[in-house]
T-cell receptor, first 111, second 113 residues
Framework: DAKTTQPNSMESNEEEPVHLPCNHSTISGTDYIHWYRQLPSQGPEYVIHGLTSNVNNRMASLAIAEDRKSSTLILHRATLRDAAVYYCILPFYNQGGKLIFGQGTELSVKP | EAQVTQNPRYLITVTGKKLTVTCSQNMNHEYMSWYRQDPGLGLRQIYYSMNVEVTDKGDVPEGYKVSRKEKRNFPLILESPSPNQTSLYFC????????????FGPGTRLTVL
């Protein structure tokens, strides 16, 4: 099975950058990498996705390794509202439609 | 507004009493799925559906049923709930390509006594 691997938890200080890593060594060549986050007591929400090159949006940046076996979600200036569990997810249609969530990284942000 | 709705949001029931959790989306998405979330275990997929009348098992399908008779609805059925199905449940939907993002519902917190 294609899987993603993430650290269980990370800490950051408010207004500092945060780099959240994800390993996906068995990703296939044309699959996108998606990141979601889950705030306390809410359903997961989309953050960003990419294929090969780095991507930016208003929430975050995504850096994808050249061999695509890993990626890093970058929050440029962490805020207290960014405290959440961040999931690196391979897109569906991998293995017949089965979605694969990583373990998720619980990010805590200190004021 | 694009959204996924779930009902009920909270439910306390007893072992063996059949229940249904409804899920509806207004985005004309082909793909829908159900997840359960338990402390320390993250999100685990129960069932998914790639279109009307097409459903398949996820990682933890035991004790659950689903149906997809209409594109917008994807109910989760527990024929005989047991305490180990006490969990937080999320429904999700998306389009049909790997660039489509998933939209998640607000969650249903189920307690089986």
């Amino acid at each position: 099975d294609a899987k993603t691997t993430q650290p269980n938890s990370m800490e950051s200080n408010e207004e500092e950058p945060v780099h959240l890593p994800c390993n996906h060594s068995t990703i296939s060549g044309t699959d996108y990498i998606h990141w979601y986050r889950q705030l306390p007591s809410q359903g997961p929400e989309y953050v960003i996705h990419g294929l090969t090159s780095n991507v930016n949006n208003r929430m975050a940046s995504l850096a994808i390794a050249e061999d695509r076996k890993s990626s890093t979600l970058i929050l440029h200036r962490a805020t207290l509202r960014d405290a959440a569990v961040y999931y690196c997810i391979l897109p569906f249609y991998n293995q017949g439609g089965k979605l694969i969530f990583g373990q998720g990284t619980e990010l805590s942000v200190k004021p | 507004e694009a959204q996924v709705t779930q009902n009920p949001r909270y439910l306390i029931t007893v072992t063996g009493k059949k229940l249904t959790v409804t899920c509806s989306q207004n985005m004309n998405h082909e793909y829908m799925s159900w997840y359960r979330q338990d402390p320390g275990l993250g999100l685990r997929q129960i069932y998914y559906s790639m279109n009307v009348e097409v459903t398949d098992k996820g990682d933890v399908p035991e004790g659950y049923k689903v149906s997809r008779k209409e594109k917008r609805n994807f109910p989760l059925i527990l024929e005989s709930p047991s305490p180990n199905q006490t969990s937080l449940y999320f429904c999700a939907s998306s389009g049909y390509t790997s660039t489509d993002t998933q939209y998640f519902g607000p969650g249903t917190r189920l307690t089986v006594l």
